[in-house]
């Protein structure tokens, strides 16, 4: 049984910066690929950033050089280190891990709300 946690949603200030954190559990292999994902009210949940078992990461257009996603060395916590917020950001933001390209795991979610 694998299960994803976030961590580190909450009210920010635009402008600010702030951390989230996903930490799995019970997975017995190895992740080849974790990420964000977020979804605001009315939208489509979007990819945020990825980042794959040897570091590749990649990044949404809208938060390049402001968010930056990182790993623990066990690939069982991932982070996304959020910079220079807007009011844009602020959703529901997912982890979701990889297995396989075919096994995904989805945490529940921890809200952002970016105020003005």
């Known amino acids: 049984q694998v299960q994803l946690v976030e961590s580190g949603g909450g009210l920010v200030q635009a402008g600010g910066s702030l951390r989230l954190s996903c930490t799995s559990s019970?997975?017995?292999?190895?992740?080849?690929?974790m990420g964000w994902y977020r979804q605001a009210p009315g939208k489509e949940r979007e990819l945020v950033a990825t980042?794959?078992?040897?570091?590749?990461?990649n990044y949404a257009d809208s938060v390049k050089g402001r968010f930056a996603i990182s790993r623990d060395k066990a690939f069982k916590t991932v982070y996304l280190q959020m910079n220079s917020v807007n009011t844009e950001d602020t959703a529901v933001y997912y982890c979701?891990?990889?297995?396989?390209?075919?096994?995904?795991?989805w945490g529940q979610g921890t809200q952002v709300t970016v105020s003005s």
């Open positions: 979701r891990a990889n297995t396989s390209p075919t096994v995904t795991y």
């Open positions: 019970g997975s017995l292999f190895s992740f080849s690929a």
């Open positions: 980042i794959v078992g040897g570091g590749i990461t």
